[in-house]
Each structure stands twice: as C-alpha cells, then as structure tokens.
C-alpha cells in the first residue's frame, strides 16, 4: 500500500486479506485509481479517519459486493465507484456533503442505497443502475435528488431522523 502525506496513492493486490482491504487510520483522502482493477477485492473497509473519495478512485473492481464507508466521510467523488459491478448495497453516512457525477456509475448489482443525510447528489450519481429496488432516504433530502434513479419501480421509503 502506498501512503503519502495521509493521501492513499494505490493498493496493490497484496495488501488484500481474503477479500478484504482494511483502510488504515491516518489516511484520509482515496487518490484517484488507488483502489481499481483488483481482481482479488471483495470488502472494502475505510477508516473513520477517511474524509474524501477522489474521481475514480475505486473503479472497476468486479468482485467488490459490500463497502462500509468511513463515518466521517464528506465526499464522494465522480465516477469514484464507477462500474463496480457486483456491489449490492451501500450506505452513505450523514456526514457526506456531496455526491459526484457518475459516482456509482454502472454498479449493475446495486439493489439497495441508503442515504442517512442531506448531501447534494449529481443527477447521474446512479446512472446505468437498473438493480435498484430499496431506497432509504432522509425525509428532508430535496425531492429534485430523485431524479438521480433510474429504476422507477423502485420502492422509496423516508426515515423520520437521520440515523448514525
């Protein structure tokens, strides 16, 4: 793994322990291509200390099914999880600002997203998504944030609080 000024540059296939790759604490931006083209990635665990997910950083990882994202997390970058293809469900905590373009961009598997806050969401965060079928969203996230899924059979639900 390859760590510079607590910026994470890349992640080699080695630094992966039975599928899973446990992000250090110290690190707090994901550079852009850090975490891609592992063939070997099935977890991915970020460290609380993890506050920002470059553009592109975690691309075309076809094994990867769960992500748990730092909870002190604020941006996810564009196409940051672009066409991680088996991922099925992620959660993004209260403390995410922001959502880029394309973020999850292809992850043809993602069934079901939960959104804890408020963040602003690029229209096409979950482009080319059709698995969709739960969304969990904060009963105060702007409506016009919907038009950022596909799928419209999707069942939408709206939690009274945000939860931690």
């Known amino acids: 793994m390859e760590i510079t000024n607590g910026v994470l ?3 080699f296939k080695e630094d992966i322990n039975e599928g899973t790759l446990f992000v250090p604490e110290g690190v707090s931006e994901i550079s852009t291509l850090a975490i891609s083209f592992l063939n070997n990635l099935n977890t991915l665990v970020l460290s609380s200390s993890v506050e920002k ?55 043809s598997s993602l069934n079901k997203i ?5 963040p602003e969401i690029s229209k096409t965060a979950f482009k080319e998504c059709p698995s969709i079928q739960k969304i969990v969203l904060y009963k105060n996230l702007n409506l016009k944030n919907l ?10 639900e ?6 931690k």
């Open 158 to 163: 709206f939690e009274n609080e945000i939860q």
């Open 53 to 107: 997910i470059d553009d592109f950083a975690i691309t075309n990882n076809a094994f990867l099914t769960k992500i748990m994202l730092s909870k002190n997390i604020k941006y996810i970058g564009n196409f940051a999880f672009n066409n991680c293809t088996n991922l099925r469900e992620i959660s993004i905590p209260k403390s995410v600002l922001k959502i880029g373009d394309g973020a999850f961009f292809g992850c």
């Open 9 to 11: 540059k890349k992640v």
């Open 114 to 118: 939960e959104i804890k806050g408020t």
């Open 147 to 156: 038009l950022s899924f596909e799928n419209p059979d999707a069942k939408i």
